[in-house]
């Protein structure tokens, strides 16, 4: 049976479109996928020569580059370069669209798709608020189509395998949870205008770096076996303002699933993030970190607790699995997408809405309690 193929429409031409796009170039039996494959049909900017420029790009692959394969193996035969969005949503030979535009534009970027009759996968975060995600999943409903929040992380093999130990039981009940996405990026560096400073652009390191630690809340506590609270709630939240746009400068939270435990996340742009506990859960037999970084984490430890504290784990193990060779690991979740829409699903049992609106609800909490101008922001839902 040949693999189920699936034709990506690509909206906005920045560092991750690319990114994404090679990724649907490489060869899938790198990855060990032989039930699938991808093919870029059309990409769409706000000029035809912005469009062609990106597709040149990838055309110019260097016989070194994981993609070279996809290019060879005419995987962007009959690609159209398109001066508008529109163009792209309206091209019968696209069955899914890509969105990797600012936050702020996700909202209308996702429901233009969907209203003009395709799949969407959106990059995070989802939405701008809660009120706007919850529309979005209305329209899909509606018109049975598939749309699903591009957190990569969720879909790494090492993802995989921290859900085999949790659920293992090995552990034992979460005690407590932290994670942290935090880089030493040094804003005064970049010019206010950069779509990390500008709040009209979703600027700051909440929206940006918050779905990081999130993802880790869901792949640790949320989806934790001993886990019964479907509506975590923030206890209490903090941001520091960055004078010079107004953005946040860094975010923290502090989370409660009922009888269970709390669980505190941080962003930063300020600092730099722990090497070997990016992510920990310590539970009453033994503690999980995932090592930096939080987005693409390749390995994992667990770890005895303290000796006076002894739980049934008494040997530190260290765990590795990596991102297969010539991919970026955005290959991952574009395989996900091509499973679910082949299987005639609209939503991903990985990826669901529910945890979706989990994160985006604590997105809207934090940044309504917070000191910046989006404090007071709301969405596009309903406009």
């Known amino acids: 049976m040949p693999p189920y193929s699936l034709r990506w429409g690509i909206i906005a031409t920045g560092s991750i479109s690319s990114e994404f796009a090679r990724d649907l170039l490489v060869d899938p039996a790198t990855r060990g996928v032989s039930d699938i494959s991808h093919n870029i049909s059309a990409v769409g900017s706000r000029s035809v020569a912005s469009a062609q420029k990106f597709i040149n790009s990838l055309s110019s692959a260097s016989p070194s580059e994981g993609w070279k394969w996809g290019v060879e193996n005419g995987k962007l035969e009959g690609i ?49 608020d809660l009120e706007e995600l919850d529309e979005l999943i209305a329209i899909a409903k509606d018109k049975n189509l598939f749309l699903m929040e591009a957190v990569w992380t969720r879909f790494h093999p090492l993802a995989a395998e921290v859900a085999k130990v949790i659920n293992s039981g ?94 505190l996340l941080l962003s930063d742009l300020s600092a730099f993030g722990q090497r070997e506990a990016t992510a920990v859960l310590q539970c009453e037999e ?60 609209i939503e991903s049992e990985k990826m669901p ?22 404090a007071n922001v709301k969405g596009t839902a309903g406009q």
């Open 170 to 263: 090995k552990l034992g009940k979460p005690q407590r949870f932290s994670a942290d996405f935090s880089m030493d990026w040094k804003p005064d560096n970049e010019p206010a205008s950069h779509r990390m400073l500008d709040p009209a652009l979703g600027g700051g390191s909440l929206l940006d770096m918050g779905p990081y630690p999130s993802v880790w809340a869901m792949l640790l506590v949320q989806q934790n076996p001993h886990n019964r609270d479907q509506d975590p709630q923030v206890l209490f939240s903090h941001q520091t303002l960055y004078e010079r746009t107004q953005i946040d400068l860094n975010s923290r939270w502090l989370v409660q699933w009922k009888d269970l435990c709390q669980g």
């Open 80 to 128: 159209r370069a398109c001066g508008s969005y529109k163009e792209v949503y309206d091209d019968p030979n696209v069955d899914v669209i890509y969105v990797s535009t600012p936050p702020s534009a996700h909202h209308q970027n996702v429901r233009d798709a969907l209203l003009a009759g395709k799949h969407v996968l959106c990059e995070k975060p989802f939405t701008f």
């Open 353 to 374: 809405w529910a945890e979706s609106r989990i994160v985006q609800g604590w997105f809207d909490v934090v940044r309504k309690q917070g000191p910046t101008p989006l």
């Open 286 to 345: 033994g503690d999980l970190l995932s090592h930096y970084p939080p987005y693409k984490a390749e390995t994992f430890s667990i770890i005895p607790r303290p000796d006076r504290f002894a739980g049934s784990i008494t040997q530190k193990t260290t765990h590795h699995h990596p991102i297969a060779q010539g991919n970026n690991g955005l290959s991952y979740e574009a395989d996900e997408v091509a499973r679910c829409l082949r299987d005639g699903k």
